[in-house]
């Protein structure tokens, strides 16, 4: 089983920035895909990016696309994202997770003020 503890999240104005980081630990070798999610108030939740952990391909929800990139530190075993341009929209808390999923973490909320 892979553990997964995020970090980075915080208050933002829109327009700012902020990276988000992923850690996992445990069975990492087993990992294939990670990947981003996040859950608004009120509505379910929702994919957000996606990177190959060996090749380094990546996948973008349409809502974050060119805003958003998210990469992987293989050797620490770790994942990013880097928001970039955020909207208020864009508050929620933000999971990651491995894909096929696993457990999911607690996730870090991240607030967008306009």
């Given at each position: 089983?892979?553990?997964?503890?995020?970090?980075?999240?915080?208050?933002?104005?829109?327009?700012g920035s902020l990276r988000?980081?992923?850690?996992?630990?445990?069975?990492?070798?087993?990992?294939?895909?990670?990947g981003w999610f996040r859950?608004?108030?009120?509505?379910?939740?929702?994919?957000v990016a996606q990177i190959?952990?060996?090749?380094?391909?990546?996948?973008?929800?349409?809502?974050?696309?060119?805003?958003?990139?998210?990469?992987?530190?293989?050797?620490?075993?770790?994942?990013?994202?880097?928001?970039?341009?955020?909207?208020?929209?864009?508050?929620?808390?933000?999971?990651?997770?491995?894909?096929?999923?696993?457990?999911?973490?607690?996730?870090?909320?991240?607030?967008?003020?306009?």
């Amino acid at each position: 089983q892979v553990q997964l503890v995020e970090s980075g999240g915080g208050l933002v104005q829109a327009g700012g920035s902020l990276r988000l980081s992923c850690a996992a630990s445990g069975r990492t070798f087993s990992i294939r895909d990670m990947g981003w999610f996040r859950q608004a108030p009120g509505k379910e939740r929702e994919f957000v990016a996606q990177i190959n952990w060996s090749a380094g391909n990546t996948y973008y929800a349409a809502s974050v696309k060119g805003r958003f990139t998210i990469s992987r530190d293989n050797a620490k075993n770790t994942v990013y994202l880097q928001m970039n341009s955020v909207k208020p929209e864009d508050t929620a808390v933000y999971y990651c997770n491995t894909i096929p999923y696993g457990s999911w973490g607690q996730g870090t909320q991240v607030t967008v003020s306009s």
